[in-house]
């Protein structure tokens, strides 16, 4: 699978908007882009995934450029709820997913 | 999304003893279930996958002897951790996908802390 990068950190005040970025620049054609977070102590949480085209669930939006390597996972309105480890995978569907470090996201008042 | 549920949620034990943690896919049927352990400040690590009715595979460093894993079931696998040790303490997640597939998702339990003492 391919590898991702994404910052360590980012801090958001709560209400605006969280762009939490992602860089996969060697994905492969038939390579998804997963998101996922982890709030303190427990498992993982999928939020989103998608291949070419933008999606939008309940829970965020998923912006992947055209040349597919990049993306950003968009949280509209943040809350403290959302403070978390947010994880960026990118595999086949047939593979595991492997976690690399995350970024952490800090929500404040 | 689907639900993924562990138990217990934490369990603490002296050391020697065995430890078993299930894992059950509540609204599907997982063909293929994950196991993955974290330690604190790091990330999750995969410890071992099992298909239903088949032998789990262990992810290089662990060992299937101390970590067995039974997957009877579309809707249930156990880790059995064996004479656990202090070192052994950690956050046992379990994960479960229904189909092997493009795009398919694999949703992840609550996690158990282990403690050893």
């Known amino acids: 699978d391919a590898k991702t990068t994404q910052p360590t950190s980012m801090d958001c005040a709560e209400g605006r908007a969280a762009n939490l970025p992602c860089n996969h620049s060697?994905?492969?054609?038939?390579?998804?882009v997963y998101w996922y977070r982890q709030i303190h102590s427990q498992g993982p949480q999928y939020i989103i995934h998608g291949l070419k085209n933008n999606e939008t669930n309940e829970m965020a939006s998923l912006i992947i450029t055209e040349d597919r390597k990049s993306s950003t996972l968009i949280l509209p309105h943040a809350t403290l709820r959302d403070t978390a480890v947010y994880y960026c995978i990118v595999n086949s569907g047939y593979s595991t997913l492997t976690f690399g470090k995350g970024t952490m996201l800090l929500v404040s008042p | 999304g689907a639900v993924v549920s562990q138990h217990p949620s934490r369990v603490i034990c002296k050391s020697g003893t065995s430890v078993k943690i299930e894992c059950r896919s509540l609204d599907f049927q997982a063909t293929t279930m994950f196991w993955y352990r974290q330690f604190p400040k790091q990330s999750l690590m995969l410890m071992a996958t099992?298909?239903?009715?088949?032998?789990?595979?262990?992810e290089q460093g662990v060992e299937k002897d101390k970590f067995l894993i039974n997957h009877a079931s579309l809707t249930l696998s156990t880790l059995t951790v064996t004479s656990a040790h202090p070192e052994d303490s950690s956050f046992y997640i379990c994960?479960?996908?229904?189909?092997?597939?493009?795009?398919?998702?694999?949703?992840f339990g609550p996690g158990t802390r282990l403690l050893v003492l």
């Open positions: 099992s298909n239903e009715g088949s032998k789990a595979t262990y």
């Open positions: 994960s479960a996908r229904r189909v092997a597939g493009v795009g398919e998702t694999q949703y």
């Open positions: 060697t994905i492969s054609g038939n390579e998804y």
